[in-house]
């Protein structure tokens, strides 16, 4: 990880330089499901799942050398452990209704276990005594009740439907070592709406209206939020292979319980992150606009979106005077003034040779627009890409490419990886071999930075994976089925909760 920074104090500029020193990196992500089916067509339908997500990540290290003029060199080192658990059980049903009716339930229970350690030191040289040290460890344990019902009733050419979804959560993380304290976070949300959705000649509409009500009390100090919650999705066929589509919908924002925990967690000598208590939810909205067409041959789609927040969660870098006469910068968050984001995309896919060889690229353009309570910054970000794709009886190969995704949000630009891989695969029966690369011809492998665009401090780091350069990947897997076939039936819902709260 190489690292710019520049820091704004009353007598001057501090310029380092913190070059990047090859360090552990690693981490391992398990899932399992466990699933159970009973569907009586057009009776009902009984759904049990019971998943779990493992994820350990022992190293997420990085080591450097802070170069300052004037000064000797220092060696730091960062270790990272970020290691959580997440067992499951969802449970849904589907009963069919006489006279077009149907009834959905949902209930999802979730419990996550997080542990997260952090430990930074300083030293004159690489591996020695530190002489500056801050180390902290979180405990942090959710638990979370979802249940959602659904109504649905069919009429000739009309469908109308309403739901109930109330979410149920208690949050407790305990932070140990130079943090001392314990978090705890009680929140719900209920959630209903009505919709409708038909067609009118060559229109295709979907519109709902609902009502959210968000609330939550961390540690003693409570908030409630109403938001009403219109929705619209218009589909129109224009004349054979062509349609326009657009889709506007308007979700609430409740601050998480990482952003409004107010603990004091110090990264460096000179740099604290630290939480705010008086964060509030805020409002965003969405519009998309699709007009497609295509044929046998080609398919293309031209796609403008607006992205709008009212007073968004977004960072605030602060200088902060001690009582020695030096100098702090503290990162953190607060409601901002507003945020927006303009897109537009053009796609396109060619058939070369049907049912065998296609090709498909993609290019667009986003407007950030982030303007703070005593910051505006603007970016420009082009993208494209494309995936090239061949198959032949049971061989198959492909190959995608496509330039970094670099987005911007309050004062920070993240500038997203360069992608490129290599695939092809046979089958036989049901036994699937194949075989790939990641980053060919590319010696620095994986790549990502941030630039921080602060008044007070100025930040542009680089990260870097070697390894993932013309990484070499072998997939195997086996499809079987044992017994009598189940004709099953899909759900219609999806309620998961990943939501940790840890401040790292």
């Not at 000649?201 to 709902?208: A, D, F, H, Q, R």
């Not at 089958?427 to 011809?441: D, E, H, Q, S, T």
Request: glycine residues 8%; charged residues 20%; hydrophobic residues 30%.
């Amino acid at each position: 990880m190489n690292e710019d920074q520049t820091f704004s104090l009353p007598d001057g500029n501090r310029d380092r330089y913190l070059k990047g020193i090859t360090t552990p990196f690693n981490y391992a992500d398990h899932y399992l499901e466990l699933n159970y089916n009973l569907t009586k067509p057009e009776k009902y339908v009984f759904n049990a799942s019971f998943t779990d997500n493992l994820f350990r990540s022992p190293h997420n290290d990085y080591g450097q050398i802070i170069q300052e003029e004037g000064k000797n060199d220092i060696y730091s080192f960062t270790k990272k452990i970020n290691n959580s658990n997440s067992p499951s059980l969802d449970l849904y049903g589907k009963v069919l209704l006489p006279k077009d009716q149907e009834l959905v339930l949902n209930m999802v229970g979730t419990y996550i276990s997080s542990d997260y350690e952090r430990n930074y030191n300083e030293s004159l040289t690489e591996g020695g005594t530190p002489y500056s040290e801050y180390i902290y460890s979180t405990d942090g344990k959710r638990y979370s009740l979802i249940g959602e019902g659904i109504y649905k009733k069919n009429f000739k050419n009309v469908a109308l439907s309403g739901g109930l979804k109330y979410t149920l959560a208690y949050t407790n993380n305990k932070y140990i070592g130079d943090v001392n304290q314990t978090d705890e976070m009680h929140s719900s949300d209920l959630y209903g709406y009505v919709q409708v959705n038909g067609k009118w000649k060559k229109l295709s509409y979907l519109l709902g209206v609902g009502l959210s009500r968000q609330s939550y009390d961390e540690s003693g100090k409570g908030y409630s939020f109403y938001m009403f919650r219109p929705s619209a999705s218009l589909f129109y066929k224009l004349f054979e292979g062509a349609t326009l589509k657009y889709v506007f919908s308007s979700t609430p924002n409740v601050p998480s319980l990482s952003s409004l925990s107010d603990i004091r967690q110090q990264l460096t000598d000179i740099e604290v992150n630290r939480g705010n208590p008086n964060l509030k939810p805020y409002r965003s909205y969405s519009n998309t606009l699709l007009l497609s067409w295509g044929n046998k041959w080609v398919d293309l789609q031209l796609k403008g979106g607006y992205y709008f927040s009212k007073n968004p969660i977004m960072e605030e870098v602060n200088m902060v005077s001690q009582p020695d006469g030096s100098y702090i910068f503290e990162y953190g968050v607060d409601n901002q003034n507003r945020f927006s984001r303009l897109n537009g995309q053009l796609y396109a896919n060619v058939n070369i040779i049907p049912d065998m060889l296609s090709l498909s690229l993609y290019g667009g353009v986003n407007r950030f627009e982030s303007k703070g309570n005593s910051y505006t910054h603007n970016f420009n970000a082009w993208y494209g890409g494309g995936n090239l794709s061949f198959t032949y009886k049971k061989f198959s190969a492909n190959a995608v490419v496509s330039s970094r995704y670099n987005t911007l949000y309050g004062e920070t630009i993240n500038y997203g990886e360069k992608n490129c891989m290599l695939q092809c695969a046979y089958r036989i029966k049901n036994f699937n071999v194949g075989a790939g690369m990641l980053y060919p011809f590319q010696p620095k492998g994986w790549s990502g930075g941030t630039k921080l665009l602060s008044n007070e401090v100025r930040k542009e780091t680089w990260s870097f994976i070697k390894d993932n350069g013309n990484m070499f990947l072998l997939s195997l897997s086996w499809d079987f089925s044992v017994g009598k076939k189940h004709n099953a039936e899909g759900k219609t819902t999806n309620n998961v909760d990943r939501e940790t709260g840890i401040a790292m």
